[in-house]
């Protein structure tokens, strides 16, 4: 069983539960990459196995993407491995320290993003 999101419209990120679920708006908006960017990466997703492209019977100008096995295998990897870094640090930390910790790290990301903007 496969599961399915229309690029540009939707795309697919894995939920809590380990679904993938919808997001709204264009998957290149939501990453903060181009078009082509955002096609190149999928180009090399597909290649290597994690998702497949078909056309979509309803809309000739939009393709589905479509998880396959292998992608939600790494996809729950990934999520398996975030959970096991998030308990660690929920020993290590008190809940205000785990806190200020994801507060700084937005930070710092939000400085990289404007650092890339600005060059």
């Known amino acids: 069983m496969r599961d399915?999101?229309?690029?540009?419209?939707t795309a697919v990120r894995v939920g809590g539960n380990g679904q993938p679920r919808r997001?709204?708006?264009?998957?290149?908006?939501k990453v903060g990459i181009t078009k082509q960017a955002a096609s190149q990466l999928i180009d090399t997703l597909v290649v290597r196995g994690y998702v497949e492209r078909q056309d979509n019977p309803d809309d000739r100008g939009r393709r589905t993407i479509e998880l396959t096995d292998r992608g939600r295998a790494?996809?729950?990897?990934?999520?398996?491995?975030?959970?096991?870094?998030?308990?660690?640090?929920?020993?290590?930390?008190?809940?205000?320290?785990?806190?200020?910790?994801?507060?700084?790290?937005?930070?710092?990301?939000?400085?990289?993003?404007?650092?890339?903007?600005?060059?």
Not at 4 to 9: I, N
Not at 75 to 99: F, I, K, M, N
Not at 109 to 119: F, K, L, P, V, Y
């Open 23 to 29: 997001i709204g708006g264009r998957p290149d908006t």
């Open 4 to 9: 399915s999101r229309t690029l540009p419209e």
């Open 74 to 119: 790494a996809a729950t990897a990934v999520r398996s491995g975030v959970e096991a870094v998030d308990a660690e640090l929920a020993q290590l930390l008190s809940p205000v320290g785990l806190v200020g910790l994801r507060a700084g790290l937005e930070a710092l990301a939000d400085i990289r993003a404007r650092t890339e903007e600005g060059s």
